[in-house]
């Protein structure tokens, strides 16, 4: 057993408790309380008090690449142009060895855990580089082994077939911390056909999946109107793939995608009728706020989405499209551009309030648990839950004075201010002994 202290301790689910400590036995949580408390009921157990620093639950982020990890720069230069953007990166991906993506992955893998993620939701498209390097880390995580480029509906069922075969391969290397899921990219690099087969082998084999969904204007232009730069791609390569003439979520409901509760990262373009959608079939949100920005696709309506009572995490995205994986970061971010939206894109008029930075840091923790399917397990200091944990100092003046304690980390903190990270009560990162 042992006793983490310090001057806050941040459950997520309850109210922050000031001087307060965690009881962890093995991988879990056993109790939660002030420090005085803690120590009173547990006398024998050694405190390891971390002083000017919050205890409060893992990062997660619940929309990564990180074999794209060595990419991080090298599409600045065309991220204004989506189209060039995508073709460069296929062409980059192409001319990678294995080697070398694997070691991007755990270079990924490591900044996430010096920025107190704890967990992540990533896509892979190259062998199992992503689930080597979180379980090389000692991460958690869901891996979704991505689809590759197939939109046509010829070869949907031999699509499928090597999807499936790549699927299992990697199921072997699941363990406790590390599972395993798939993802079919988006709307306009699967064939229905292949959505179809995918969302039925899904809903049989409780198979999470996640899609990169409503992200872009080239998306819905496509989607809606059958026109723009993919139509020439199809056409390039003799691609036969047909508009359906609706939104990207409508579609992904038509195909019964939807049935299967995926996780859509993105949504970005996505109006009244596509948010009800979402909502009544129970899928989940991926927001990264930063890569539709640095895209210049927009923002997506965060606020409704959240009164709609969709589960909504944050996510870093690639760094090849954000630069940096801080969910710190990120939860200001998202906080800041939801309060720039127009009026009428806001909240209801009712709630007669901006988001608040108590709502970004559950985003960034008990929310993207949930996006991800695993909130009876992380995302919160309760009792029983698995000891994820990311402890931030509080030490530079830069954050003082404490005020509010979710205005401290959400405005005022970043990755570099992360002390300590814990997965299932081991130390995976530690400042004081990693950076000597």
Not at 114 to 137: N, S
Not at 152 to 181: C, H, I, P, Q, S
Not at 286 to 315: M, R, T, W
């Amino acid at each position: 057993m042992m006793i983490i202290a310090a001057d806050y301790v941040l459950p997520v689910s309850s109210a922050p408790i000031e001087h307060g400590a965690l009881l962890i036995d093995d991988t879990r949580i056993v109790d939660v309380g002030s420090r005085d408390e803690i120590a009173r009921l547990y006398p024998a157990v050694p405190i390891n008090d971390l002083g000017a620093a919050a205890i409060l639950p893992g990062f997660v982020n619940c929309h990564s690449h990180l074999e794209l990890t060595s990419m991080r720069g090298s599409l600045d230069d065309v991220e204004h142009d989506f189209r060039s953007w995508l073709l460069k990166l296929n062409d980059l991906r192409s001319s990678m060895a294995y080697a070398d993506v694997h070691a991007a992955a755990i270079n990924g893998a490591l900044e996430g855990s010096r920025a107190g993620v704890t967990c992540f939701g990533d896509i892979g498209r190259i062998g199992t580089a992503g689930l080597e390097a979180l379980k090389h880390v000692g991460l958690r995580g869901i891996v979704f082994q991505e689809t590759d480029f197939s939109p046509d509906n010829r070869t949907a069922e031999d699509d499928f077939k090597n999807l499936a075969t790549k699927y299992e391969l990697m199921r072997e290397g699941e363990t406790d911390l590390v599972r395993v899921g798939i993802s079919p990219h988006s709307p306009y690099t699967v064939s229905s056909q292949l959505f179809e087969l995918i969302a039925q082998y899904a809903i049989l084999n409780r198979i999470q999946l996640t899609i990169h969904a409503a992200e872009s204007a080239n998306e819905m232009e496509l989607l809606t109107r059958g026109s723009g730069f993919f139509t020439e791609i199809y056409e390039q390569f003799d691609l036969e793939w047909n508009s359906p003439h609706c939104s990207p979520i409508e579609y992904l409901e038509k195909l019964g995608v939807l049935s299967a509760q995926p996780l859509l990262a993105h949504c970005v373009h996505v109006e009244r009728d596509d948010i009800e959608r979402i909502a009544a079939n129970g899928a989940k949100i991926a927001h990264c706020p930063k890569s539709n920005a640095k895209f210049g696709h927009g923002f997506a309506p965060l606020e409704k989405l959240l009164d709609a009572d969709i589960k909504v995490g944050l996510g870093s995205d690639s760094v090849a499209s954000n630069n940096v994986c801080d969910i710190l970061e990120e939860s200001r971010f998202a906080t800041l551009t939801a309060r720039c939206r127009s009026p009428h894109e806001v909240r209801a008029p009712a709630a007669k309030r901006l988001f608040c930075a108590t709502e970004a840091l559950e985003l960034a923790t008990l929310g993207g648990a949930r996006a991800l399917g695993l909130d009876s397990q992380i995302g919160s200091l309760e009792v029983g839950k698995q000891a994820d944990i990311a402890v931030v100092s509080l030490a530079d003046p830069s954050q003082q004075p404490i005020n509010d304690i979710y205005a401290a980390l959400v405005f005022s903190s970043n990755a570099r201010d992360v002390r300590m990270t814990i997965v299932a009560g081991k130390v995976v990162f530690d400042r004081n002994v990693d950076d000597k």
